[in-house]
């Protein structure tokens, strides 16, 4: 089955750019029929959608870091990335990355996360 | 903005009993967009009803989803040991595409 696994730094320090990446294995990337999101859960707080990426490489962004984030996918390695510039200890959370779906069925659409990553730790300190 | 109220925040229950949790919209939604999660720790979540009331697949049917409009419970008719976890639920179309709720922690009483 699907599975998926992120990767990062672990620490990041104020004003660098955190960097991560998802690896997809048992199945394709490049299959049209999901978007590649990523999910934070910073400490005390609830989960936040930050952004999908499609294999084509078409994104969506959460509004509220687009400004900061780009989202980058490798069809090769079957991975995809998120890079978030000017960190500051707020960004410090548990990352997620995820598959969606959008399936349909009797002409009613749904949209959920099927598969998810178990997460990667990063804490942004000096 | 949408928000998605999860209650209780805890619920302590024993195994074999009936847990019923909660998720309200600050506003009527459609139920298409409505799912729930099992999370535990060091563990992916993991889907369990999307659709407000569809299983995901390889769910177990002691996992019920029901609910319309604001209002949406999900209920675990026999508590397992495996059970105990946090459960989220979730909400797309709002903005950002996504929402969700705070959880609700159900713990061994």
């Known amino acids: 089955q699907v599975q998926l696994q992120e990767s990062g730094p672990g620490p990041v320090r104020p004003s660098q750019t955190l960097s991560l990446t998802c690896t997809v294995s048992?199945?394709?990337?490049?299959?049209?029929?999901?978007?590649w999101s990523w999910i934070r859960q910073r400490p005390g707080k609830g989960l936040e959608w930050i952004g999908y990426i499609f294999y084509s490489g078409n994104t969506y962004y959460n509004p509220s870091l687009k400004s900061r984030l780009t989202m980058s996918v490798d069809t090769s390695k079957n991975q995809f990335s998120l890079q978030l510039s000017s960190v500051t200890a707020a960004d410090t959370a548990v990352y997620y990355c995820a598959r969606e779906v959008s399936s349909s069925s009797w002409g009613s659409y749904y949209y959920y996360m099927d598969v998810w990553g178990k997460g990667t730790t990063v804490t942004v300190s000096s | 903005e949408i928000v998605l109220t999860q209650s209780p925040d805890t619920l302590s229950l024993s195994p074999g009993e009936r847990a019923t949790l909660s998720c309200r919209a600050s506003q009527s939604v459609s139920s298409n967009y409505l799912a729930w999660y099992q999370h535990k720790p060091g563990q992916a979540p993991r889907l369990l009803i999307y659709g407000a009331s569809s299983r995901a697949t390889d769910i177990p049917d002691r996992f019920t989803g029901s609910g319309s409009g604001a209002d949406f419970t999900l209920t675990i008719s026999r508590l397992e040991p495996e059970d105990f976890a946090v459960y989220y639920c979730q909400l797309y179309g709002t903005s950002p595409r996504y929402s969700f709720g705070l959880g609700t922690k159900l713990e061994i009483k």
């Open positions: 048992g199945g394709s990337i490049s299959s049209g029929d999901y978007f």
